[in-house]
Protein backbone atom coordinates (compact mmCIF):
# COMPACT_ATOMS: atom_id res chain seq x y z
CA UNK A 1 0.00 0.00 0.00
CA UNK A 2 1.20 3.32 -1.02
CA UNK A 3 2.04 5.49 2.27
CA UNK A 4 2.54 9.22 0.70
CA UNK A 5 2.36 10.34 4.27
CA UNK A 6 5.47 8.28 5.92
CA UNK A 7 7.69 10.59 7.80
CA UNK A 8 4.28 12.69 8.62
CA UNK A 9 3.53 13.42 12.04
CA UNK A 10 0.17 14.50 13.16
CA UNK A 11 -1.67 15.37 16.30
CA UNK A 12 -5.27 14.11 16.94
CA UNK A 13 -6.95 15.59 20.00
CA UNK A 14 -9.17 13.83 22.22
CA UNK A 15 -11.44 14.25 25.19
CA UNK A 16 -14.82 12.59 26.62
CA UNK A 17 -17.67 12.49 24.55
CA UNK A 18 -15.63 12.62 21.09
CA UNK A 19 -18.20 11.29 18.13
CA UNK A 20 -16.44 8.13 17.51
CA UNK A 21 -16.17 7.87 13.79
CA UNK A 22 -14.82 11.33 13.22
CA UNK A 23 -12.10 10.16 15.87
CA UNK A 24 -11.21 7.02 14.40
CA UNK A 25 -11.68 7.31 10.98
CA UNK A 26 -8.88 9.94 10.11
CA UNK A 27 -6.53 8.16 13.20
CA UNK A 28 -6.62 5.29 11.18
CA UNK A 29 -6.70 7.05 7.66
CA UNK A 30 -3.76 8.88 8.31
CA UNK A 31 -2.27 6.15 10.10
CA UNK A 32 -2.55 3.47 6.59
CA UNK A 33 -1.61 6.62 4.20
CA UNK A 34 2.19 6.29 6.56
CA UNK A 35 1.85 9.31 9.07
CA UNK A 36 2.73 8.83 12.69
CA UNK A 37 -0.83 9.71 14.40
CA UNK A 38 0.00 10.94 18.38
CA UNK A 39 -3.47 11.13 20.31
CA UNK A 40 -3.13 14.19 22.62
CA UNK A 41 -5.19 14.42 25.32
CA UNK A 42 -5.39 16.27 28.54
CA UNK A 43 -2.53 13.78 30.06
CA UNK A 44 -1.10 11.07 28.51
CA UNK A 45 -2.33 7.67 29.83
CA UNK A 46 -5.86 8.88 30.26
CA UNK A 47 -8.51 7.12 28.70
CA UNK A 48 -11.43 8.27 27.31
CA UNK A 49 -15.07 7.36 26.13
CA UNK A 50 -16.40 8.61 22.92
CA UNK A 51 -20.42 9.51 22.38
CA UNK A 52 -21.00 6.00 21.13
CA UNK A 53 -19.30 4.33 23.76
CA UNK A 54 -15.84 3.26 22.14
CA UNK A 55 -12.77 3.85 24.34
CA UNK A 56 -9.41 5.32 23.47
CA UNK A 57 -5.97 6.45 24.76
CA UNK A 58 -4.01 9.29 25.37
CA UNK A 59 -0.17 8.82 23.93
CA UNK A 60 0.41 12.15 25.53
CA UNK A 61 -0.90 15.07 27.41
CA UNK A 62 -1.12 18.26 25.78
CA UNK A 63 1.08 20.26 28.30
CA UNK A 64 3.96 18.02 26.71
CA UNK A 65 3.81 18.79 23.13
CA UNK A 66 4.90 21.60 20.92
CA UNK A 67 3.78 23.16 17.51
CA UNK A 68 6.90 21.76 16.12
CA UNK A 69 6.37 18.13 17.19
CA UNK A 70 3.82 17.89 14.35
CA UNK A 71 2.89 18.56 10.92
CA UNK A 72 -0.51 19.16 11.58
CA UNK A 73 -3.85 18.69 13.90
CA UNK A 74 -7.00 16.96 13.52
CA UNK A 75 -9.99 17.51 15.72
CA UNK A 76 -12.97 15.39 15.73
CA UNK A 77 -16.46 16.05 16.48
CA UNK A 78 -18.98 15.41 19.21
CA UNK A 79 -18.92 17.54 22.50
CA UNK A 80 -15.05 16.68 23.16
CA UNK A 81 -14.29 20.35 21.26
CA UNK A 82 -16.53 22.24 24.25
CA UNK A 83 -14.16 20.83 26.84
CA UNK A 84 -11.50 20.53 24.18
CA UNK A 85 -11.65 24.72 24.30
CA UNK A 86 -11.08 24.63 28.17
CA UNK A 87 -7.63 23.02 27.90
CA UNK A 88 -5.22 25.89 27.40
CA UNK A 89 -2.62 23.79 26.08
CA UNK A 90 -4.89 22.21 23.48
CA UNK A 91 -5.92 25.79 22.10
CA UNK A 92 -2.03 26.81 22.01
CA UNK A 93 -1.19 23.81 20.26
CA UNK A 94 -4.15 24.55 17.21
CA UNK A 95 -3.00 28.53 17.19
CA UNK A 96 0.43 27.62 16.96
CA UNK A 97 0.00 24.68 14.24
CA UNK A 98 -2.17 27.60 12.12
CA UNK A 99 0.11 30.45 13.13
CA UNK A 100 3.31 28.25 11.19
CA UNK A 101 0.93 27.61 8.25
CA UNK A 102 0.48 23.36 8.94
CA UNK A 103 -2.47 21.85 8.57
CA UNK A 104 -6.03 22.55 11.43
CA UNK A 105 -8.38 19.89 9.89
CA UNK A 106 -11.48 20.02 12.24
CA UNK A 107 -15.04 18.36 11.72
CA UNK A 108 -18.19 18.93 13.12
CA UNK A 109 -18.53 20.47 16.98
CA UNK A 110 -14.60 20.97 16.13
CA UNK A 111 -15.31 24.57 15.36
CA UNK A 112 -15.72 25.57 18.83
CA UNK A 113 -12.13 24.96 18.97
CA UNK A 114 -11.25 26.72 16.09
CA UNK A 115 -13.09 29.70 17.29
CA UNK A 116 -11.24 29.59 20.73
CA UNK A 117 -8.19 29.33 18.95
CA UNK A 118 -9.45 32.72 17.04
CA UNK A 119 -8.44 31.09 14.01
CA UNK A 120 -11.69 31.46 11.95
CA UNK A 121 -11.71 35.43 10.84
CA UNK A 122 -11.90 36.28 7.60
CA UNK A 123 -11.77 32.63 6.30
CA UNK A 124 -14.20 30.00 4.97
CA UNK A 125 -15.14 27.09 7.01
CA UNK A 126 -18.17 24.60 7.54
CA UNK A 127 -18.99 22.37 10.47
CA UNK A 128 -22.43 21.20 11.71
CA UNK A 129 -25.06 23.33 10.91
CA UNK A 130 -25.80 24.00 14.63
CA UNK A 131 -22.84 25.54 15.44
CA UNK A 132 -22.65 27.87 12.13
CA UNK A 133 -23.83 30.84 14.39
CA UNK A 134 -20.85 30.33 16.34
CA UNK A 135 -18.23 30.58 13.76
CA UNK A 136 -20.37 33.34 11.96
CA UNK A 137 -19.80 35.62 15.14
CA UNK A 138 -16.30 34.27 15.18
CA UNK A 139 -15.69 35.80 12.10
CA UNK A 140 -15.74 32.84 10.02
CA UNK A 141 -17.22 32.75 6.02
CA UNK A 142 -19.44 29.77 6.78
CA UNK A 143 -20.24 27.69 3.80
CA UNK A 144 -22.56 24.40 3.64
CA UNK A 145 -20.27 22.28 1.98
CA UNK A 146 -19.25 18.64 3.15
CA UNK A 147 -15.44 20.01 3.17
CA UNK A 148 -13.66 23.30 3.30
CA UNK A 149 -10.38 24.06 2.32
CA UNK A 150 -8.91 27.62 3.06
CA UNK A 151 -4.99 27.13 2.71
CA UNK A 152 -3.89 25.34 6.05
CA UNK A 153 -7.28 25.11 7.40
CA UNK A 154 -9.66 22.21 6.36
CA UNK A 155 -12.99 21.93 7.77
CA UNK A 156 -16.22 19.30 7.16
CA UNK A 157 -19.43 18.52 8.74
CA UNK A 158 -20.36 15.28 10.07
CA UNK A 159 -19.74 11.79 10.00
CA UNK A 160 -20.93 11.51 6.29
CA UNK A 161 -18.52 13.72 5.17
CA UNK A 162 -16.17 11.75 6.43
CA UNK A 163 -14.70 10.21 3.11
CA UNK A 164 -14.28 13.99 1.05
CA UNK A 165 -12.59 14.96 4.93
CA UNK A 166 -10.25 12.21 5.04
CA UNK A 167 -9.21 12.92 1.11
CA UNK A 168 -8.66 17.05 2.07
CA UNK A 169 -6.54 16.25 4.73
CA UNK A 170 -4.67 13.89 3.29
CA UNK A 171 -4.20 16.29 -0.01
CA UNK A 172 -3.51 18.88 2.21
CA UNK A 173 -0.64 17.16 3.61
CA UNK A 174 0.54 15.50 0.14
CA UNK A 175 0.88 19.55 -0.69
CA UNK A 176 2.04 20.46 2.37
CA UNK A 177 5.09 17.75 2.09
CA UNK A 178 5.75 18.71 -1.51
CA UNK A 179 5.98 22.20 -1.00
CA UNK A 180 9.08 21.26 1.73
CA UNK A 181 8.05 24.35 4.11
CA UNK A 182 5.32 25.90 5.57
CA UNK A 183 4.08 29.25 4.96
CA UNK A 184 2.51 31.05 7.49
CA UNK A 185 -1.64 31.46 6.98
CA UNK A 186 -2.20 35.37 6.24
CA UNK A 187 -3.02 36.84 9.32
CA UNK A 188 -6.76 37.54 8.91
CA UNK A 189 -7.18 37.70 12.81
CA UNK A 190 -8.17 40.81 15.04
Known amino acids: MEQPLKGTRIAVLIENTYQDLEFWYP ?109 IHAGANWEDAEVVVDRNLVTSREPKDLPAFGEAIIDSLVAQKKAGRREPALSTRR
Open 27 to 135: TLRLRAAGAEVQVVGESAGKAYTGSHGYPAQAEVGAKDVRAEDFDGVVIPGGYAPDKMRRNPAMVDLVKSLDRDGKLVAAICHAGWMLAEADIVRGRRTTSVANIRTDL
